[in-house]
């Protein structure tokens, strides 16, 4: 079983609970839906960053098709439908990591634990991504919830959901486009945590140069929070190599769905933190330290 690490022994797996604070528009249904989520306000810790400390300023160094080597590298697939399987096995400890990180925001427990991981993570080199103040449509704002629920350990449907594709690529498309290179945070595995903890076909394939795709969309976050901390494979007592953080660096002009139009607020907890790129998005590594668990990466536009 998995277990928190540094944590007390009973708990096992991590969460994506907590409410987010809902946009003062009016609209009582967002409000709910939002609240509904329970995507904390204040979590927070490890899973979709990498060591920023250790980084140098040059490595952030963006890559495009145009700019790739000639001779192109395979890309690799991860995941592959496996989402499902993943947070079934990780849907408790993702929970119990949840319920931590928030102890952690609102009162500073467990700040040992997680403020070292938070400065390794984020470092020095964020850029913040422009506040997109423009409110989404009902439809808009339930199909994003519908996909960030699916990440969540108290909505999780282990049957899946049908996501509306066709309205999800069109918020992105809609999009405003960044104007700054920045970096956003995610995590992947390399082991199938449902499975004893075998590792991937591809794991011993993810090298500096290495091209990777996720071919469902992306839930990154743009600070280390709560959605990170319970994918955060260093918090996973016995099983810290199961997987990586991934900072990933962000060119100019970069697509993607800033949740805090959901909520209205310009806010880095909860459900506002997240930044969702589109799918079958592509990442080049540049950097990896097994030390941290962390892989710096370029997205490819």
Same mark, same amino acid.
């Given at each position: 079983?998995?277990?928190?690490e540094n944590?007390?022994? /009973?708990?096992?797996?991590? *969460?994506?609970?907590?409410?987010v604070?809902?946009? !003062?528009?009016?609209? =009582?249904?967002?409000?709910? =839906?939002?609240?509904g989520?329970?995507?904390?306000?204040?979590?927070a810790?490890?899973?979709?960053?990498?060591a920023?400390?250790r980084?140098?300023?040059? /490595?952030g160094?963006?890559?495009?098709s *145009?700019?790739l080597?000639?001779?192109?590298?395979?890309?690799?697939?991860?995941?592959?439908?496996?989402?499902?399987?993943?947070m079934?096995?990780?849907?408790?400890?993702? *929970?119990?990591?949840?319920?931590?990180?928030?102890?952690?925001?609102?009162?500073?427990?467990? &700040?040992?634990?997680?403020?070292?991981?938070?400065?390794?993570?984020?470092?020095?080199?964020?850029?913040k991504?422009?506040? !997109?103040? /423009?409110?989404?449509?009902?439809?808009?704002?339930d199909?994003?919830?519908?996909?960030i629920?699916?990440?969540?350990?108290s909505?999780?449907?282990?049957k899946?959901?049908n996501?509306?594709?066709? /309205?999800l690529?069109?918020?992105?498309?809609?999009?405003?486009?960044?104007e700054?290179?920045?970096s956003?945070y995610?995590?992947?595995r390399? $082991? =199938?945590?449902?499975?004893?903890?075998?590792?991937?076909?591809?794991? !011993?394939?993810?090298?500096?140069?290495?091209?990777?795709k996720?071919?469902?969309?992306?839930?990154?976050?743009?600070?280390?929070?709560?959605?990170?901390? $319970? &994918?955060?494979?260093?918090?996973y007592? !016995?099983?810290?190599?199961?997987?990586?953080?991934?900072?990933?660096w962000?060119?100019?002009k970069t697509k993607?769905?800033?949740?805090r139009?959901? *909520?209205?607020?310009?806010?880095d907890?909860?459900?506002?933190?997240?930044?969702?790129?589109?799918?079958?998005?592509?990442?080049?590594i540049?950097?990896?330290d097994?030390?941290?668990?962390? +892989?710096? &990466?370029?997205?490819? +536009?």
């Amino acid at each position: 079983m998995l277990k928190v690490e540094n944590i007390n022994t /009973r708990y096992y797996l991590p *969460s994506f609970t907590g409410a987010v604070n809902p946009a !003062d528009s009016g609209k =009582k249904e967002k409000s709910d =839906k939002v609240n509904g989520t329970k995507l904390a306000a204040g979590v927070a810790a490890a899973a979709i960053a990498i060591a920023g400390i250790r980084i140098l300023k040059g /490595r952030g160094n963006v890559m495009s098709s *145009s700019t790739l080597p000639y001779s192109k590298p395979e890309i690799i697939n991860i995941f592959n439908g496996k989402k499902n399987l993943m947070m079934e096995a990780e849907k408790d400890i993702r *929970s119990d990591i949840s319920k931590l990180f928030q102890a952690f925001r609102e009162n500073g427990e467990n &700040a040992q634990i997680f403020e070292p991981r938070i400065k390794t993570v984020e470092g020095e080199f964020n850029t913040k991504i422009a506040f !997109d103040k /423009r409110e989404l449509e009902d439809e808009n704002f339930d199909a994003v919830i519908s996909l960030i629920e699916s990440y969540s350990p108290s909505h999780f449907n282990p049957k899946g959901v049908n996501f509306d594709v066709k /309205r999800l690529d069109s918020i992105i498309n809609d999009a405003k486009p960044l104007e700054k290179q920045t970096s956003v945070y995610f995590c992947i595995r390399t $082991q =199938k945590t449902w499975d004893e903890f075998k590792s991937f076909d591809f794991a !011993d394939k993810l090298k500096k140069d290495a091209i990777f795709k996720d071919e469902d969309y992306v839930l990154t976050s743009r600070v280390y929070d709560d959605f990170l901390a $319970q &994918a955060d494979p260093v918090n996973y007592k !016995d099983h810290k190599d199961c997987g990586y953080l991934v900072r990933l660096w962000l060119p100019e002009k970069t697509k993607g769905i800033d949740c805090r139009r959901c *909520s209205g607020k310009d806010s880095d907890k909860g459900l506002n933190a997240l930044f969702i790129l589109p799918k079958n998005s592509k990442f080049q590594i540049s950097q990896i330290d097994d030390d941290t668990r962390i +892989i710096d &990466a370029n997205y490819i +536009i």
